[in-house]
């Protein structure tokens, strides 16, 4: 589980601002959320019908996502 964001860094980015740290923390935060989205797409590939989501597709998606793991 993630730590709740520090009320400062809510302030500053409410405040269009940011210290590096905070901005840090924003791009983080945001290749996490990319990640568990692109994990939620695998996910639906795996329990689609053929039809929408081809084994051919599905193969592409599990091989794209192992060199994301890799890469991480």
Do not use: F, I, K, N
Request: aromatic share 2%; proline share 8%.
């Amino acid at each position: 589980m993630t730590q709740p964001v520090p009320h400062h860094v809510l302030y500053e980015l409410g405040c269009t601002e940011g210290s590096p740290a905070t901005l840090r923390l924003l791009a983080r935060d945001q290749d996490r959320r990319r990640l568990l989205l692109l994990r939620a797409v695998l996910d639906a590939a795996d329990t689609a019908p053929a039809d929408r989501c081809p084994p051919a597709a599905r193969r592409s998606l599990a091989e794209s996502w192992a060199l994301l793991e890799a890469a991480e």
